[in-house]
């Protein structure tokens, strides 16, 4: 199959309760059209998470047994999600283990809030949801209002509409 530019690379992407359902499963599907091996990971392994729109998605593992080192880069869906998970110390070490490793670390709309607590951001150019633009620019981010901003290995966007130029960042860094 063309264009399978992605063919052993693995990405982690976080669930939990109330995640933004379209942050979530368009960045999944697209980066598994494009060849990845995409893990979901969970406070819990094999639990069903809802998200805001009601659409379920299963965990394959939990967070706390996740490695950096066996991946290729990190997506952060929004929603309400990332607030809960941004408290457990396991996800902030990880996500700075993305980050100390110059792996892929791609936040969406409220994902940001991840990245902002683990203290990744500091000096790097991100844009996210209107909502937390405060809190970015708290946290020593460079804020800008565009649809996707790539900062070598660091990707970010705004909201749901945005997922189409979020997508083709991840692929540019993944690539």
Same mark, same amino acid.
């Given at each position: ?8 690379? *693995? /990405?982690?992407? +976080? !669930? ?23 893990? !979901? ?6 639990? %069903? ?11 394959? %593992? ?8 066996? +991946? ?7 929603? +309400? ?9 396991? !996800?902030?070490?990880? /996500? ?11 936040? &969406? ?6 990245? &902002? ?24 981010? &460079? ?22 130029? +979020?997508? *083709?960042?991840?692929?540019? /860094?993944?690539?």
């Amino acid at each position: 199959m063309a264009g399978l530019e992605l063919s052993g690379k *693995r /990405v982690l992407t +976080f !669930v939990g309760d109330i995640y933004e359902d379209l942050e979530l499963w368009y960045p999944k599907l697209r980066l598994i059209e494009a060849g990845a091996e995409v893990v !979901v990971a969970g406070p819990e392994a094999g639990t %069903v998470y809802a998200g805001k729109n009601g659409y379920p998605c299963q965990s394959d %593992v939990s967070i706390a047994e996740m490695k950096a080192a066996e +991946f290729d880069g990190l997506v952060v869906p929004g929603g +309400f999600m990332p607030d809960k998970l941004r408290r457990d110390p396991a !996800v902030l070490q990880l /996500v700075r283990d993305f980050a100390d490793s110059s792996k892929l670390v791609a936040a &969406i709309c409220h994902g940001g809030w991840i990245p &902002i607590s683990a203290k990744v951001y500091e000096g790097v150019r991100v844009t996210g949801s209107p909502g937390i633009k405060d809190d970015l620019i708290n946290a020593g981010a &460079i804020w800008e209002d565009s649809p996707v901003v790539i900062d070598r290995h660091f990707v970010s966007s705004r909201k749901p509409d945005d997922l189409p130029d +979020f997508c *083709r960042g991840m692929l540019q /860094v993944l690539g």
